[in-house]
């Protein structure tokens, strides 16, 4: 009686492994990047949660970036000049935070990664 094997080769799971590896490296890189962001994120709605009457734009950026400290947000990933208010139509007033993150990858290969936050604030802004 024949007995038909059935599995996976050793070169198929050199392959399968080297895949793997590869998609395991890729994302080591990348979550450090997007956890950071999830911290942006957070002490951007704690800013705006927080109310802004008679604060000016730099007295809210300094209060962001201290927040920014605190949810282990790099100094160098994010300027006071990516933090901006805009006006809306209504009257009511947007705070925006715009930043794009260079993650090396290998080589001469970076992933850049453009993120983008923006919460409604509560109160008016000094201008």
């Known amino acids: 009686m024949k007995t038909k094997q059935s599995g996976v080769t050793l ?6 492994l080297l895949v793997v590896g590869f998609f395991g490296f890729m994302a080591m890189k990348l979550v450090p990047a997007y956890s950071e962001y999830m911290g942006v994120a957070k002490a951007v709605n704690g800013v705006a ?66 993120f983008q936050k923006s919460a409604q604030l509560q109160g008016n802004v000094n201008e």
């Open 49 to 114: 949660s927080e109310g802004v009457s008679g604060k000016s734009l730099d007295e809210i950026r300094r209060n962001l970036m201290y927040k920014f400290s605190m949810q282990y947000v790099d100094d160098k990933t994010i300027a006071p000049t990516d933090i901006t208010i805009s006006r809306n139509a209504g009257g009511t007033n947007t705070l925006n935070v715009t930043y794009d993150k260079d993650v090396p990858f290998m080589y001469n290969i970076d992933f850049l990664l453009h």
């Open 11 to 16: 070169i198929g799971f050199l392959v399968i």
